[in-house]
């Protein structure tokens, strides 16, 4: 069941108070709005009813698709008390949901970006994990070719219905780079070394997790 609460939001530009839906949990067979509002960006977005101005809204919750088999914990916490509060949340989801999770893909975000980018990657039947690895590969080799961008961030998107890496770089330079044929051509080098996903496992799978998916697959190689 979806569970929300209404917020009041100060406009940062008009001063103006007004309603926000702050969800706690979003069950996405129920609220297909929901879902498709992850989707095209918007549903982390305050706009002002006065104004117009618009900011997005940083906070935690948990987003069940019993459907599709699918549970991301958005988890809204500072840095600093980041990896207490993962280890924490892991805990309690497990005691909380680990009887329904057979088969379920789960995973731990810190951002709605990083929840909408998930569920687009599986929509297109793709391993967020290996695209995680692309975007490492990316970081590691675009330099040789394009030493006049320095890549800041990465995130999987659609762009005229074609998947693509969406690159910024550290002096804010925007670039898309497709995501095939680098996905195909990593795929059967990775795939073999992946773990089998657990589903009482929620873990952060990011470009830190795919340095250390790396890192663990070279110590491995017996060469
Ligand atoms: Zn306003």
Not at 29 to 53: H, K, M, V
Not at 61 to 87: N, S, T
Request: charged share 25%; net charge negative; hydrophobic share 35%.
């Amino acid at each position: 069941m979806s569970m929300l609460q209404e917020a009041q939001i100060c406009c940062p530009q008009c001063g103006q108070a007004a309603p926000f839906q702050l969800w706690e949990t979003i069950q996405a067979s129920q609220d297909p709005t929901a879902r498709r509002r992850i989707l095209d960006g918007t549903f982390f977005q305050f706009i002002c009813p006065r104004c117009g101005a618009s900011m997005p809204v940083h906070y935690t919750c948990l987003y069940h698709d019993p459907q599709r088999r699918q549970m991301v914990y958005l988890l809204a916490e500072e840095q600093e008390e980041l990896a207490r509060a993962i280890a924490q949340c892991r805990t309690t989801l497990r005691q909380e949901y680990q009887q329904q999770l057979a088969q379920y893909r789960t995973r731990i975000v810190t951002s709605g970006h990083s929840l909408r980018e998930k569920l687009l990657i599986w929509d297109r039947g793709r391993d967020d994990r290996l695209v995680e690895l692309c975007k490492l590969f990316l970081q590691t080799n675009l330099p040789k070719h394009r030493p006049d961008f320095q890549l800041e961030e990465a995130y999987y998107d659609w762009q005229d219905d074609v998947e693509c890496l969406r690159l910024f770089s550290k002096e804010g330079q925007a670039a898309l780079y497709p995501l095939d044929p680098l996905y195909q051509q990593l795929s059967p080098a990775f795939t073999p070394h992946l773990p089998p996903e657990d589903p009482a496992g929620f873990p952060l799978v990011d470009l830190a997790w795919a340095a250390r998916q790396l890192e663990s697959m070279t110590e491995n190689d017996p060469r």
